[in-house]
């Protein structure tokens, strides 16, 4: 059956249930208030609403700064940890001995930080030749970037006790080779030897041989200066 084209099956759940909606919405929700507000009862709303944003601020800054009370029992406490983190750092500060070198010995370090020499040699080109390059390429001299590893044998007291090859650093490989390496050594007087190969041949390119006095504690260097001396420092 239908009415105005409209079934009854959907009339009469409209017509029964649409007024309770309706007094639902009136007088639980009074959505009425919406509609006859003055204005003035609008502005006191929305001045009430400030009001309690603002209380809601002030409560979340003196909660967040509010200070614990102090107690006598809180106060105890806090000493006792303070005093036993002093007490901690004052014992771990002191014990155990740290000792730079083993009982009774002494050290000898091997620092070395040098270049090898380039793998080929450096080319210089005559006023032909450069003429002949495009112009952001005419340098007089071009030398090759890659470089030799750096061998070093190092003898003690005439017994050898460290030999290492150490590439060139970089991705070029232009870079200088090191060597670090520690010895422990009794003390009094030994004789040191070091010999280095910079040109990827067979013979010494750098020698150095000295002898050395060593006390217990005592550590000695054996580095190069700046204009590619090697020493005991």
């Known amino acids: 059956m239908e009415i105005y084209g409209v079934s009854i ?25 919406l509609f006859t507000l ?15 944003a603002i209380q809601n601020i002030e409560s979340a800054k003196s909660a967040r700064f509010k200070r614990p009370k102090l107690t006598p029992l809180r106060i105890l406490g806090q000493g006792v ?13 002191n014990w155990p001995a740290y000792e730079q070198t083993a009982p009774g010995m002494g050290q000898i370090k091997l620092s070395l ?7 080929e040699p450096c080319i210089i080109r005559t006023r032909e030749e450069l003429m002949k390059l495009a112009p952001n390429m005419r340098r007089a001299k071009s030398c090759p970037r890659e470089r030799w590893p750096v061998d070093a044998v190092f003898m003690l007291d005439g017994v050898e006790v460290y030999r290492q090859t150490a590439k060139p ?21 030994h004789r040191v030897h070091l010999t280095l190969v910079d040109d990827g041949g067979q013979a010494p390119t750098k020698t150095f041989e000295q002898t050395v ?3 217990v504690g005592q550590a000695l260097a054996i580095t190069m200066d700046h204009e590619g001396r090697v020493g005991v420092y």
């Open 38 to 52: 003055t204005d003035e009862e609008r502005e006191l709303r929305r001045k009430h609403r400030a009001l309690v």
């Open 81 to 93: 940890l303070y005093a036993l983190f002093i007490v901690g750092i004052g014992a771990f500060s």
């Open 213 to 215: 006095r060593l006390k």
């Open 169 to 189: 650093a970089g991705l070029s490989s232009d870079g200088p080779s090191s060597f670090y390496e520690t010895f422990f050594v009794g003390e009094g007087e």
């Open 113 to 119: 930080t040098l270049l090898g020499k380039r793998v």
């Open 9 to 33: 099956f959907y009339l009469v759940p409209l017509l029964v249930f649409g007024p309770l909606v309706v007094w639902v919405l009136f007088k639980v929700f009074r959505i009425q208030s």
